[in-house]
């Protein structure tokens, strides 16, 4: 008789500065429960796309919250970012880059490129141009890719998988949701200590 493994639903959007922030603890965490559990990845879609540059206000808003990471965490960030780009208020590009991966099988080498190429080089994800740079450093496809970035199917599945994270309650991200049967449970995330939530999702699956 076989068992379904219980779903650890992370959900999270490639440009959230605490989903950067929580990397480490996150890694930890997959990899303590990853036998026993499927951890499906899920976008939850933090800004819609715009072209309009992001005002001076919000940036500085922005950087504070890198800062606030930065002191609790102990993680880098590189401000050169808001010196060298014109920010836009705009992270749908990079969640269609995420789904143009994970057609390559590539969804978690693309969310790395992606944190990476944003907080420590100093690059602009909301940029298409980025993004291709990014998947042909990761030897992926580049045709496919870029017909997959830009295909309207892409962005209607990154907006039926944004629905799915609100369903789930996915409003805030990192989240991370255990649903084994019909029965959902929200993993309070804690940023410092993997052991608390392994022990938590171990008890609940």
């Not at 994970?102 to 907080?119: H, L």
Request: hydrophobic letters at 40%; aromatic letters at 12%.
């Amino acid at each position: 008789m076989s068992t379904v493994k219980p779903k650890l639903y992370y959900v999270y959007d490639p440009m959230c500065s605490w989903c950067w922030g929580y990397k480490p603890v996150w890694q930890k965490i997959k990899q303590a429960v990853a036998d026993d559990i499927e951890v499906v990845y899920v976008l939850g879609g933090l800004a819609p796309d715009t072209e309009e540059p992001m005002p001076e206000m919000m940036q500085a808003q922005i950087a504070s919250y890198w800062k606030k990471i930065e002191n609790f965490l102990g993680t880098q960030f590189n401000y050169e970012f808001w010196t060298d780009n014109t920010p836009r208020r705009a992270t749908y590009p990079a969640c269609r880059a995420i789904l143009a991966a994970r057609e390559q099988g590539a969804e978690q080498a693309m969310f790395d490129a992606i944190q990476v190429a944003y907080y420590t080089q100093a690059k602009n994800p909301s940029d298409n141009s980025v993004l291709v740079d990014l998947a042909k450093e990761l030897g992926l496809d580049i045709t496919q890719f870029e017909t997959d970035l830009l295909a309207l199917k892409t962005h209607q599945a990154l907006l039926t998988e944004i629905r799915f994270a609100r369903s789930i309650g996915g409003n805030s991200f990192p989240s991370l949701f255990l649903v084994k049967g019909d029965k959902s449970v929200e993993i309070p995330v804690d940023y410092k200590d993997a052991d608390v939530t392994i022990a938590l999702i171990t008890s609940e699956a």
